[in-house]
């Protein structure tokens, strides 16, 4: 199977293995072919076709020279393991030398060459990263680095890989390539050569098996019929000689005989034949050996028969003799020599083909025996080692034995060939030949095992100093690494690293020095005829070589940092003094900016004053700067050239930026002293501006009496008010004017000195141009002082001709009444009688007009100057007003026409509105087709185009009646005047070209509907078709039911119906195709009578579907023919269905065993089974543990729960790590395992999921063996049966035996399965028990199972070949069933031969497991180092690659350029999906520099001797860590811009779609409330969808897709709720800089509403727009602080930002807060706010500073409750609060009673001393004069009783006395318990009670507060918070960010009691709020729901408990 190695290629294949194809290069993402190939023929075809790869990064060759010829160099053999020979695999099969060092591995050059290629090379090299990833790996090509390549694999290993080669090297992996060393070669050949021998001793077993015999025969049956053909011809040919010479036909006899001479010929040939087959049948059957040998005997005969015809015939006396054709006499003997000398052959080959096979089975015995020398092994090996040698010894000696007794034996006989006939001859040579070749090949395998001793002990040796100088050098490549590793990472910020790395570097170069020096020592010494070793020695060289080169690179690099740091720190240093200047600049540019509003208030001479002072300041700091860059451009100078000339560039462009900050100081001067003169020059033309004010307002003035009083018109009382203003303004003018040429004239002198000063031009144009409108207003003062006069005159003449004008005045008012009640032209017909009173009314206007225009014309007579104007001013209105008369009576006329034409017009609508809803009506009816459902069914098509058929015929008779209709009308409107003519006109055609519309309109339907109906046909006529297709579809299917593959398994009756359901299928079907082609005709006929351009679309459509229905008779027709040959077949199967079913059992029985038995041998033909290894493992263990149990005298249960931890059952991990510690835990070496070895053994153990104690226990319990044949069963009770157990298996009982058949359940030695048995058969006990430790029996078991299985395929094999004699005879399928029994038959006797086969197989598999385990103890634990150091490096190298992979990929698909070109050039999506690639591969990276870390921190904890064989694994290892560090700078690097820019581009595209949002929701004119409510429909969270279908709702919201989910993103990440919603569509901003808020958008014409502060918040409402006169941004929107509205300037004309955007203003209850009504604190309270609350700013905060508060200390006279009132809360005027004159104390006890007379009345209840009374009534005090005593009525302010007290007695005592210190409370008012307005409220008192003062009022003076209204987000309450501002407030405002401040449980939901705990919170750990905090009803608990970066939402959480301790800090 092995490839063509000999260089033998065809022409084609030369040329075609040529063709190089293209490859990218490295470098480049792309490349095309290079220019001269002849690239590109075919692409990547066979390998030969080589590919080409460009050239990478020159890396100066390779870093060797090649080895002289002299000295000994490593081979490489690449072979094909394949069974084709390829071109692409032939070309890079052969031997490959090494030539030296490539990029730190060998490389190899190929040194056999293809014959007639023999120009051609090619290398096996290895390329690094230094190209990424893509090109990292070994290669083929045609040299090292080259373009042309044909082969990759991507493994990074130090020696070429064996496997996983790709073809072409960007094609699929090709397994069947292999590349191994010289000796692995020669090892893998013994290996196979043992394997060969193996097989052909198999083949040998089985060379009778019937397949083969069936070859023989078929080879026996050839010749026989040639033999019986040549045989018939040749007698055919003597009998017609015959013939014709008895006849007498002597002319026809020369060609008898000629044809006789022919058939000798062929007799000849066929001699030949049968010889050669004979010689090649002695390998083959003896039988056919016997028959050849007939057939040979057979032809000589003929033979003997032809020649005695010829003779007669040569001595015939009529044949003519024909020399060209006769035999010559001489060749008869020479024939019959050549048949005796082929049989002597055949008889000499046998012999001398088994002393060749002999030699050669000797020689492959030297190559087995010799193998175990071939693998690496260490000194506990040795003794193997030298055993194996002796035994190769012994076997060299007999196969040296063999060979030359061949080759004598040989010789003997060519001597006796040589004396053959020429043919027989030239046989023997040839065969003889090349069984000698095979001796000679035999012989060069067997020459190199002449010297394993001397050979053996050399390799020991060179690999004791290998070791020791890997070992020596792996440390120093390590140390160079470390030094690399911090050099790699050493940035500026890590200066104080470079001392560490410095001592590194010392360390490395020591330990490197040292391990180069010992191995050129070595190098010196060695014996270079051991080609290994010293190719081993130079290859440490040149790596310590390079390790130098590495190092030498750190240090460079070391003393570059150096230098990049000293860089960086005068960069520092300048930047900083550069900055400070420029931070002077920006000063400056802030001084400038008042300059720049239009502030009109500012006080312009402190401005210029502060701009004099920073313009010196900025000076100051431009010099220093200057100077001290400078200095530092002098040390820049002596930096290396490559940082000293980067900082040099960046130096001058900081020297730069002070050069323009120089330029714009002097700018600013400049413009401030431009600024000065303007100010100079504002002062005087404010002056004249004021009275150029005062001059306008008396132009306003006179202007007023411009055009006033002219003739006609009357005096107003306002004229004569505006003579006299103009007057006053007149005077005011003068003044300005003589004010403004004084300042002029002083401010000159001082502009003239600003001019000298700053050497500029002066103002001598703007002094001459406020000269100029000084004098022009004098100008106008004289003009308008003319115009003044003028009036006056007027009025005067106007007093005078009052009467007539207030005549003529009441005959206008006649005449425009009149007018007004006419109805003007074009508008609504007045009704009749309004004409009528029109015509009554103009009648009385024209007498009253006649009248007034008599007196007129009288007084005119005799009027000079204005009175004359005036009365002919009169005059004109009074012809103004005939003429108005006469114009309503036109109008009247014609407004009747109009009436008429809008009636026309009317009835023409009516008309056209019918039509224009007919046709709506036949649209409608076509809707259906225009729903986008292209395929209708036909029943719905029918219905629809009937409709449309309806509507437009209906339509199109209502479009001809309305044209009918307008035509008339048309001619009707041509009769009235011409105004309304036109318009009637006009209207009439407006319609009938509606109509024209509506025609055409109809029209297109008419002609879709036409359409659409053919369409419709068309489809009927497809589903006709499709019907078909499915009939025959159908019988298709149903036929499956008949098909080959299930036609076994049915049952006769089955069958029939089967048969019967296809009969009706087909008939289905046939009527179908009937159908279908009656009505395909049918719709060729219609079509024929269309037009050509409609009929050929419509007729290729048929005949599409007419090709279908082609298609689908002929299947039909093919299915009917298939259905009867199936049901024939179905008759032959069933006859051999019941063969097959015993040949299924017997081959299922032959599964099984050759499945058992291939648990014991495995699947190949060679080696130990692992099985049986396993087994042996398994025994192993066991014993241990057995012999552990005796001697340390515990349990097995206790041993097991060690085991498990304490757990009941051990699990398959935790049994694997178990097993393989037990030898450490028994201390046995036999008992030894690797964790691999010891998972294997978890099937043979365990037999559930899970070890248990009892499956423990049961690996110790004894065997049993069968004695008798019993069934296998599935349950204890029922089921079937599953299968036999022969005599001589053996099983082990899980439970105790029964008699009576009572089953048992058992496991199965054979495979270990559980079954049931019954422990009784026949009476007999079918079980005896057998001393058996774990794992033995099996072999035993599977070898009587084998056994049974063979005896039962014997006897079916007889049956077999019984029935199908039984059947031979028989023709058609009977007869064809005849070779299938036949084949079941040669199946059984492979099976047969095969089990005779695995019983000598698995003897010999025991022995040879036994032996492995013994060898395998000794290796393992060498073997388990090795695997954990391979195992590091492979999942190192796994990781870092994977990581690298996708660093290379983001680096690759990376753009390059800066953050800005990025963001212009790619979109949001690409950024987006860069940046997650760039996150995925820093991650990776990150993850796998971490596994490298753990695993390097696994190996150091390794000690002993092992370490030393894990050196090269920690060397690999911390190259990945290296390699990982590069990737991930280079990735860095690579995406810094793009993470730039994609956060510029998200922040851009979120600012703009949130400003386009916003924008587009104001429009709305709603809150943000209202909306969400109607919108969402109360949902609390909105999807995206929901939202996307919001924004669109919106006009012109300019959104797309990718924006609304940004949008979603920014405010709905967790889910988009009622407050984000609030966020999305308002905005809000924060002013940075005092600006003023305007009441209009102009700057210019707009008043300051006031100030908005810095800090304020600012809502916007509208905007922003751009004010193109001032060249600002401004937004309208209302400060949250005082809801002032107005416009605001987002940022100044110089970049100066006022106002900045912010999120919703939110706050949070932080104490305790109450929400009241209004701002007031004692305004009603509507609730306390609740810890922890989250509320909506809606207004505020705000100061407010309060007026000082008197409060007077004092008691309640009701209940006596002390405390303090607020003199305010007892009158509604604080002033006005004064003690009350009606309040009474008692000073001694008294009665109260019911009446004044006291004699006469009860008394009520006493009065006690210092009770307090109220005066009441309006009595007044009353004397009781019988008594003498003074009486009031009163009400006591302690219970309200009221009744008459006496004031004083008849004695002179007082028992009441008036109060000076009461008060009576004028409405209710709070008692508090402190002078403070926020203290404690004692309690409410109520209008009309006493209160006692008890001290002098208290004046005090509330702090400032802070106010703000809000809303609560949890139940929507709104109110105000009025708190004190500080540390300590109870409002603070909210961010949705929170932290752990203890250990807190996440929950699944809000309610604690329903969620279940997902995890718990850390302390400090970070969240983010998502919702909340909301108040869990059932807890009481106040909670949030939690969200963080890496995992998303988690869950709720609770804020406090019920005793305050806080879990999570909010806010």
Not at 477 to 498: P, R
Not at 1446 to 1452: D, G, T
Not at 1719 to 1732: A, N
Request: proline share 3%.
């Amino acid at each position: 199977g092995g490839g063509n190695t000999r260089g033998e290629y065809s022409v084609t294949e030369r040329s075609t293995m040529i063709s190089p194809a293209a490859r990218p290069s490295p470098g480049l993402r792309s490349a095309a072919p290079s220019r001269g190939s002849t690239a590109n023929l075919r692409g990547t075809q066979a390998l030969g076709a080589a590919q080409k790869r460009p050239v990478p990064v020159p890396a100066g060759g390779p870093t060797s020279k090649v080895p002289k010829k002299a000295e000994a160099v490593e081979t490489i053999v690449v072979h094909n393991t394949g069974n084709k020979d390829e071109i692409g695999i032939r070309t890079l099969v052969g031997e490959y030398a090494e030539r030296g060092i490539n990029h730190g591995k060998k490389y190899y050059e190929k040194t056999t060459r293809i014959p007639g290629h023999e120009e051609m090379t090619a290398f096996l090299y290895y390329w690094d990263q230094r190209d990424g990833p893509e090109f990292n790996g070994w290669w083929f090509g045609d040299r090292v680095g080259g373009q042309q390549v044909w082969s990759r694999n991507k493994s990074l290993s130090a020696k070429p890989p064996k496997a996983g080669w790709t073809i072409p090297w960007d094609g699929p992996v090709r397994n069947e390539l292999s590349v191994m060393t010289k000796e692995e070669k020669l090892a893998q050949d013994k290996r196979q050569t043992a394997e060969r021998m193996e097989a052909r001793r198999r083949e040998e077993d089985s060379k009778h098996a019937e397949v083969t015999e069936a070859q023989w025969e078929e080879r026996v049956a050839k010749a026989t019929e040639r033999c019986a053909e040549v045989e018939l011809d040749v007698t055919e040919a003597m009998e017609g000689y015959q013939e014709r010479e008895e006849a007498g036909l002597h002319d026809e006899l020369a060609e008898a005989r000629g044809k006789m001479q022919e058939q000798q010929k062929k007799l000849m040939d066929a001699l030949k034949f049968v010889a050669a087959e004979a010689i090649a049948a002695q390998k083959g059957p003896a039988l056919c050996k016997a028959d050849l040998q007939d057939l040979s005997k057979r032809l000589r005969a003929v033979q003997a028969k032809l020649k005695e015809a010829l003779k007669s015939a040569t001595a015939h006396p009529m044949v003519k003799a024909e020399p060209a054709d006769e035999t010559p006499a001489e060749d008869e003997p020479h024939n019959e020599m050549e048949a005796l000398h082929s049989l002597q052959l055949e008889e000499m080959l046998p012999p001398v083909l088994e002393k060749v096979e002999t030699a050669e089975d000797e020689v492959e015995k030297v190559s087995i025996a010799a193998a175990p020398l071939q693998v690496e092994s260490g000194d506990d090996l040795r003794h193997v080692m030298l055993q194996a040698i002796k035994e190769t010894e012994k076997a060299v000696r007999t196969a040296q034995a063999s060979i030359g007794e061949a080759r004598r034996f040989i010789s003997g006989k060519l001597s006796q060939a040589a004396k053959f006939a020429p043919h027989a001859k030239k046989t023997a040579l040839e065969e003889f030949t090349t069984l000698q070749e095979k001796l000679t090949e035999a012989q060069n395998k067997l020459n190199p095992f002449k010297t394993v001793r001397q050979d053996y002990e050399k390799r020991s040796q060179a690999k004791k100093l290998i070791e020791e100088l890997h070992g020596k050098l792996a440390g120093a490549e390590i140390e160079v690494e470390k030094a690399t590793m911090m050099t790699a990472s050493m940035g500026v910020e890590q200066a104080d690293s470079l001392k560490e790395t410095e001592q590194t570097l010392g360390a490395a170069q020591s330990a490197l020095a040292q391990t180069n020096r010992l191995i050129d020592s070595k190098l010196r010494t060695v014996d270079k005829s051991s080609e290994a070793v010293y190719e081993q020695l130079k290859d440490f060289k040149e790596r310590g070589k390079l390790a130098q080169e590495k190092l030498d690179e750190v240090r460079k690099a070391v003393k570059e940092a150096q230098v990049r740091i000293a860089a960086d720190t005068l960069m520092k240093e300048v930047s900083e003094k550069v900055a400070g200047a420029e931070d002077e600049l920006q000063r400056m540019a802030e001084a400038e900016l008042p300059f720049l509003r239009s502030d009109k208030d500012q006080n312009m001479e402190h401005l210029l004053a502060d701009a004099d002072k920073v313009s010196v300041k900025v000076h100051a700091a431009l010099a220093d700067a200057q100077t001290f860059v400078a200095k530092k451009l002098v040390e820049v100078a002596r930096f290396s050239e490559g940082p000293g000339q980067a900082v040099k560039e960046e130096v001058d462009m900081l020297q730069k930026r002070l050069e323009e900050g120089r330029e714009r100081l002097q700018q600013f001067r400049a413009s401030t002293a431009e600024r000065k003169r303007a100010h100079l020059l504002e002062e005087v033309d404010m002056k004249v501006a004021s009275a150029e004010d005062e001059v306008k307002k008396m132009t306003e003035s006179t202007k007023a009496l411009e055009g006033s009083a002219k003739a006609g018109e009357t005096i107003s009382d306002g004229l004569r008010e505006a003579v006299a203003q103009a007057n006053h303004a007149e005077r005011a003018a003068q003044a300005g004017v003589v004010v403004a040429k004084k300042l002029l004239v002083q401010k000159t002198a001082d502009l003239k000195k600003l001019a000298v000063a700053t050497a500029s031009a002066g103002s001598g144009g703007e002094l001459g141009r406020l000269q100029t409108r000084v004098n022009a207003m004098q100008e106008d003062i004289k003009k308008m002082r003319c115009i003044i006069k003028d009036t006056e005159e007027r009025i005067r003449v106007k007093e005078v001709l009052g009467e007539v004008a207030d005549r003529l005045d009441m005959a206008e008012n006649e005449v425009e009444k009149v007018a007004a009640a006419a109805v003007p032209t074009g508008l609504e017909q007045p009704s009749a009688e309004a004409v009528e009173r029109l015509e009554k009314a103009n009648a009385s206007a024209q007498s009253k007009l006649g009248a007034t225009a008599k007196l007129v014309d009288v007084k005119l007579k005799s009027a000079q100057g204005f009175t004359q104007a005036e009365l002919q001013g009169m005059r004109t209105r009074i012809t103004q007003a005939e003429r108005k008369l006469r114009k309503v009576v036109e109008a009247a006329t014609e407004q009747k026409e109009r009436l008429k034409a809008s009636e026309l017009v009317a009835q023409a609508t009516e008309k056209a509105d019918k039509s224009d809803a007919a046709l709506k009506k036949a649209g409608d009816a076509e809707l259906p087709f225009l729903k986008g459902v292209e395929v209708m069914t036909v029943a719905e098509s029918g219905k629809y185009i009937a409709a449309c058929e309806a509507a437009a015929t209906a339509a199109q008779k209502l479009v001809s009646e309305a044209r009918a209709f307008t035509l008339q009308k048309l001619a009707e409107a041509k009769e009235f005047g011409s105004a309304v003519a036109d318009a009637c006109s006009k209207d009439l055609m407006a319609i009938q070209k509606r109509l024209d519309g509506t025609a055409g309109k109809l029209t297109e339907l008419k002609k879709d509907t036409t359409d659409r109906k053919r369409k419709a046909q068309l489809q009927a006529s497809s589903e006709k078709i499709q019907a078909v297709e499915d009939a025959v579809k159908n019988l298709a299917e149903t036929m499956t039911k008949l098909a080959d593959s299930n036609m076994d398994q049915l049952a006769e009756q089955e069958a029939t119906s089967i048969c019967e359901t296809i009969a009706q299928a087909e008939t289905k079907a046939q009527t179908a195709v009937s159908g279908a082609k009656k009505f395909l005709a049918l719709r060729v006929q219609e079509t024929k009578a269309l037009a050509e351009a409609q009929r050929t679309p419509i007729m290729a459509d048929l005949s599409k579907l007419q090709s279908r229905l082609t298609a689908s008779t002929v299947e039909l027709a093919r299915l009917s023919s298939q259905a009867t040959e199936r049901e024939h077949r179905y008759v032959a199967g069933r006859l051999v269905q019941v063969t097959s079913k015993s040949l299924e059992d017997i081959t299922a029985q032959a599964a099984v065993a050759a499945k058992v038995s291939v648990s014991l041998l495995g699947s190949g033909d060679a080696g130990t089974s692992q099985a049986l290894v396993d087994r042996l493992r398994l025994a192993a263990v066991v014993s241990a543990l057995q012999a552990h149990i005796k001697e340390s005298e515990v349990s097995a249960q206790e041993i097991f729960k060690e085991a498990t931890g304490g757990k009941p059952k051990l699990g398959k991990e935790a049994f694997k790590e178990w097993f393989a510690r037990v030898c450490d835990m028994t201390g046995n070496e036999e008992a030894i395992l690797t964790e691999e070895q010891a998972l294997r053994l978890w099937p043979l153990a365990v037999t559930g999921s899970s070890l248990s104690v009892s499956d423990f226990e049961d690996l110790l319990k004894e065997s049993s063996m069968c004695t008798q044949a019993v069934a296998l069963w599935d349950s204890a009770e029922g089921s079937e049966q599953s299968g036999g157990l022969e005599v001589g298996e053996m099983v082990k009982f899980l439970g105790e035996g029964g008699g009576g058949g009572k089953r048992v359940e058992c496991v199965l030695a054979r495979n270990g399965s559980r079954v049931w048995v019954e422990t009784e058969a026949n009476g007999k006990a079918a079980f005896k028990p057998m001393v058996a430790a774990a794992g033995a029996g099996q072999i035993e078991s599977v070898e009587a199972f084998v056994k049974a299985v063979l005896a039962r395929c014997s006897e079916a094999a007889s049956a077999a070949e019984k029935k199908a004699k039984q059947v031979a005879n028989n023709k058609g399928p009977l007869g064809e069933a005849a070779p299938k029994l036949q084949a079941i038959k040669g199946k059984l006797s492979k099976e047969q031969a095969d089990l005779d086969s695995l019983l000598k197989r698995l003897d010999a598999a025991k022995s040879a497991a036994e032996q492995d385990r013994k060898a395998e103890v000794k290796v393992v634990r060498e073997q388990k180092c090795k695997a954990f150091g391979e195992e590091s490096v492979r999942q190192g190298t796994e990781a870092v690659e994977a990581a690298e992979a996708k660093a290379s990929k983001v680096i690759e698909n990376s753009k390059a350029g800066s953050a800005e070109l990025l963001a212009k050039e790619l979109g949001l999506l690409e950024l987006e999906e860069l940046k997650k690639a760039a996150d995925e591969a820093l991650e990776s990276l990150a993850g796998a520099k971490a596994l490298v870390a753990k695993l390097m921190e696994a190996h150091e904890a390794q000690k002993g001797p092992s370490r030393n064989l894990l050196l090269e694994a920690r060397v690999e290892l911390t190259k990945l860590q290296s390699r990982a560090n590069g990737a991930e700078r280079k990735c860095r690097s690579a995406t810094e811009a793009l993470r730039t820019a994609h956060t510029q581009v998200v922040k851009t595209a979120t600012m703009r779609a949130k400003n386009n949002l916003r924008m587009a929701f104001r429009k709305l004119g709603k809150s943000a409330d209202d909306v969400f409510d109607q919108t969402f429909s109360g949902k609390a969270e909105v999807s995206r969808p929901d939202f996307q279908k919001f924004v669109n709702s919106l006009s012109d919201h300019g959104l797309s897709e990718e924006q609304v989910t940004l949008l979603f993103d920014e405010f709905g990440r967790y889910g988009l709720r009622k407050l984000g919603f609030q966020k999305a569509v308002q905005e809000y901003c924060t002013c940075t800089r005092e600006v003023a808020i305007t009441d209009g958008f102009t700057i210019s014409s707009s008043s300051t509403v006031r100030k908005l502060e810095k800090g304020e918040y600012f809502e916007v409402l509208e905007g922003p727009l751009e004010e193109t006169e001032a060249n600002l941004r401004r937004v309208r929107g209302c400060a949250l602080r005082d809801g002032a509205q107005g416009w605001v300037t987002i940022k100044g004309n110089q970049g100066t930002p006022f106002l900045k955007p912010r999120e919703k203003p939110l706050v949070f209850a932080a104490g305790a807060a109450d929400m009241t009504a209004a701002p007031d604190v004692s305004s009603p309270l509507i609730r306390r706010l609740q810890l922890d609350e989250v509320l909506e700013l809606l207004e505020g905060p705000r100061e407010e500073v309060f007026q000082p508060q008197v409060f007077l200390p004092g008691s309640a006279s009701k209940d006596a409750a002390k405390g303090f009132l607020l003199m305010s809360d007892i009158s509604s005027a604080s002033s006005s609060a004064t003690p009350s004159n009606n309040i009474y104390v008692c000073r001694s006890t008294i009665a109260m009673t019911h009446e004044f007379d006291i004699s006469q009345t009860k008394v009520m209840r006493k009065v006690a001393v210092g009770e307090t009374l109220e005066v009441i009534g309006s009595e007044g005090e009353k004397k009781d004069d019988s008594i003498a005593v003074v009486r009031l009525k009163f009400r006591a302010a302690k219970d309200g009783k009221e009744g008459w007290v006496t004031v004083s007695g008849n004695k002179g005592t007082v028992y009441l006395e008036a109060s000076s210190s009461h008060y009576v409370l004028e409405k209710a008012a709070p008692l508090r318990a402190s002078a403070a307005a926020d203290s404690e409220i004692i309690r409410q008192m109520e209008p009309g009670e006493a209160f006692q003062a008890e001290g002098e009022a208290q004046e005090v003076t509330p702090p400032t507060r802070l106010v703000m209204k809000s809303r609560s987000i949890e139940d929507g309450k709104v109110g105000w918070t009025n708190f004190v501002a500080g540390p300590d407030a109870p409002l603070k405002p909210w961010m949705p960010k929170c932290s752990c401040q203890a250990p807190v449980d996440i929950t699944s939901s809000l309610a604690i009691e329903e969620g279940k705990v997902k995890r718990q919170a850390r302390v400090a750990e970070p969240f983010e709020v998502v919702e909340g905090p909301v108040l869990d009803a059932v807890s009481g608990f106040r909670r949030v729901r939690l969200a963080s970066v890496s995992e998303g939402v988690l869950g709720w959480a609770t804020v406090r408990d019920a005793e305050g301790q806080v879990f999570l800090k909010v806010g």
